[in-house]
């Protein structure tokens, strides 16, 4: 519970810990957190910017501290009772945040603070302050009828529960599943580094001798594009698929129907139609027709060219004399078939080119050569696990915070890749630094390998990367005004577009070389990646993207607090046979494992990534326009003063405006992969 202690303002203690003494700490500081609120609300003098607002600002900090080691554990190394703390502390830090909302006389200060502010002569930002904490407020219950009160902190603990129940799930689940394969001629097909890693699965899993197929997405794709076995494929197909959506104790069905249920009972407490119409209120979007009107006008203009590919991938299996109709489990298969064949394109060429650290490197070098930035190896960081690299971030003499890389699957660790926010940056009591991280679970190496990433992982990278730049760049003088806290349409902004460094020729020619010759990748081959991400699209201009996006929509415009019944899966099957989802393309976010939906702050919001690709590929015009380039020195100058730093201290489409000119176009998405205007 201590303040972090060492340079850069303190570092996490990250070292692993008991849960039971880290429930304790977090109900201490659940408790001082509350004692500090009570002496906010209760405070006799008038009401002021700095005895109410700021004061709030600063309260919790010990809370704040102990979060980050409690979201690090349950995200990364949830072992042991480590999953029952994280179900028995969700709800009770929801139950904090309403008594917060819910207490008129905070509210009441608050407000008062905001009808006062031309006389008290506030900042802009001071005002923007005041603005975000009561809206944060009000959209949490303040000002709601007490009985609606009580009821809306029933539901707000529920869903925090239920979340954390859902997350478990999958971490427990996938964390004991894998499909065994007992005959060598089963990894027909891969290259040597994955049947090393599949013998090392197995063994893992207590059956040596063999090999295993994890269900982990680094192990998972790798064998779905390259096994030779279709009925291998099929049986990791299904168990990739089916995550969450198995009866018994893991089966996350039964959940999704309860979450979205709650949530259709707090939008209609909150006086709105439906949780889709309540979650956009304070989103670029502003209403779900705009949104789903986007993505199906999207998905009517991509539907003929996945088509396309379909027609594409099963000639190729024609030719070949396979003999089959093309599965969901064969589409990968045939998809690098094509990309060998059609762009002369070898997935196991361009993994040789892309070890991690030279990743790392080309990523460092991009950012010192828009942002300006360097960054420095930290030694003896605390750690929660050994693979956990970390680096101090500054720019010419100045520090502006720390960044983790935490990227190897391990026991207890959630799959997939995200960006995670140890501290915020603030600047009202003196500078504090950000803490970023990056996240993901690419599977380690056998012991003596090189790590080798395939593209999709590089640029997986470079996004998760992008959004720490965003973290890291922000000069906001209050937490609250923070990177993180941006219109969730726009939080992907930065992510995207720092993906567009990584297909600059000059950055692979200098960093993408041979592991074994040093050789640097061929022109030939880099002109061969540029055709092939053409042909297969970003990933919001495919149907893996664009159905689940319109799914949750719908499934949170159905939770409008009627109380009829909503199943999830199902509305799922109608919505993929009403727009004709391709049979063989395979869905990467169904409903039973879909974390952006149901755990984190993408609800009724996956569309994101689609508003902000339009977003991104204006801005790149922006950059590929100007006379430098990508690299050129004004418009990287104006990225950092009126995107990156500015985080929510102004509404994001004004943030865009004032770096592009206008409002975002998505003609510059269109032009890039050749698709017909959407209408």
């Not at 299904?238 to 259709?264: E, F, H, V, Y």
């Not at 950000?434 to 999709?456: D, K, M, R, T």
Request: aromatic letters at 8%; one cysteine or more; charged letters at 20%.
């Amino acid at each position: 519970m201590a303040p972090w202690s060492g340079p850069h303002g303190g570092l996490p203690p990250l070292a692993p810990v008991h849960p039971a003494v880290l429930e304790e700490a977090l109900r201490a500081a659940i408790e001082s957190k509350r004692a500090e609120l009570q002496a906010i609300a209760s405070n006799a003098a008038p009401a002021t910017f700095e005895n109410t607002a700021q004061a709030l600002e600063n309260c919790g900090r010990t809370l704040d501290r102990l979060l980050c080691v409690h979201r690090v554990h349950t995200n990364s190394l949830s072992l042991g009772e480590m999953p029952a703390v994280a179900q028995r502390m969700a709800p009770a830090l929801a139950a904090l945040e309403d008594e917060i909302a819910h207490d008129e006389r905070l509210f009441a200060r608050l407000d008062a603070v905001w009808r006062g502010r031309d006389e008290a002569a506030l900042t802009a930002e001071q005002q923007r302050l005041v603005d975000v904490l009561r809206t944060r407020m009000q959209r949490r219950g303040a000002g709601l009828a007490p009985e609606a009160k009580v009821r809306l902190a029933e539901i707000n603990g529920s869903l925090a529960a239920l979340s954390s129940q859902y997350n478990q799930n999958l971490i427990q689940e996938a964390g004991c599943q894998a499909v065994f394969i007992e005959d060598e001629s089963g990894l027909d097909g891969l290259p040597d580094a994955l049947r090393q890693a599949a013998a090392v699965a197995a063994t893992d899993k207590g059956r040596p001798g063999i090999w295993a197929i994890p269900n982990a997405r680094g192990l998972v794709w790798p064998f779905l594009t390259l096994a030779t076995r279709r009925d291998l494929r099929e049986q990791v197909w299904r168990m990739w698929t089916q995550r969450g959506d198995n009866s018994g104790p893991q089966d996350n069905k039964p959940i999704a129907a309860q979450i979205l249920q709650l949530r259709g009972e707090m939008a209609r407490l909150m006086g709105c139609p439906s949780y889709a119409h309540f979650a956009l209120a304070d989103r670029m979007a502003r209403t779900p027709e705009t949104a789903l009107a986007l993505l199906e006008r999207t998905w009517r203009s991509v539907k003929p060219a996945a088509q396309a590919q379909i027609a594409d991938y099963q000639a190729i299996a024609d030719r070949e004399g396979a003999g089959i109709r093309l599965a969901p489990w064969d589409r990968q298969f045939y998809a690098e078939k094509l990309r060998r064949q059609r762009f002369g394109l070898d997935g196991d060429a361009v993994k040789a080119h892309l070890p991690l650290d030279a990743v790392l490197q080309a990523m460092f070098w991009a950012a010192g050569r828009v942002h300006g930035l360097v960054f420095k190896p930290l030694a003896d960081a605390p750690l929660i696990h050994p693979s956990v690299q970390v680096y101090e971030v500054s720019r010419g003499e100045e520090p502006l915070g720390v960044l983790y890389f935490d990227l190897f699957n391990r026991p207890g660790k959630a799959h997939g890749s995200y960006q995670m926010q140890y501290r915020e940056a603030e600047n009202f009591r003196g500078r504090v630094l950000p803490i970023a991280a990056v996240y993901s679970s690419f599977p380690p190496p056998p012991e003596g390998q090189p790590v080798l990433l395939p593209w999709e992982y590089a640029n997986v990278f470079f996004h998760e990367f992008g959004h720490a730049l965003h973290m890291l760049h922000c000069t906001s003088a209050y937490a609250s005004l923070g990177s993180q806290h941006v219109a969730w349409d726009f939080v992907e902004l930065p992510a995207l577009i720092n993906e567009r460094w990584l297909r600059d020729p000059e950055l692979l020619a200098r960093f993408a070389r041979h592991h074994v010759t040093g050789e640097p990748i061929p022109v030939e081959l880099i002109e061969r990646i540029e055709q092939g991400l053409k042909y297969d699209r970003i990933f919001s201009l495919n149907p893996d993207f664009l159905l689940p996006a319109i799914v949750d929509l719908r499934l949170h415009l159905l939770a409008d607090g009627s109380g009829a019944a909503i199943d999830p899966v199902q509305v799922e099957n109608d919505t993929l046979s009403e727009l004709g989802m391709p049979d063989a393309w395979d869905m990467i976010m169904r409903v039973t494992h879909n974390f952006h939906i149901f755990i984190g702050a993408y609800a009724a919001g996956v569309y994101s990534y689609l508003w902000a690709d339009v977003m991104a590929a204006d801005a790149v015009e922006t950059f590929e326009g100007a006379p430098g380039g990508i690299y050129d020195a004004s418009v990287s100058k104006a990225w950092i003063d009126k995107v990156l730093s500015v985080g929510h201290r102004v509404p994001a489409d004004e943030a865009f405006r004032q770096f592009a000119g206008h409002d975002p176009d998505p003609t510059p998405l269109q032009r890039r992969f050749g698709l017909a205007p959407t209408t």
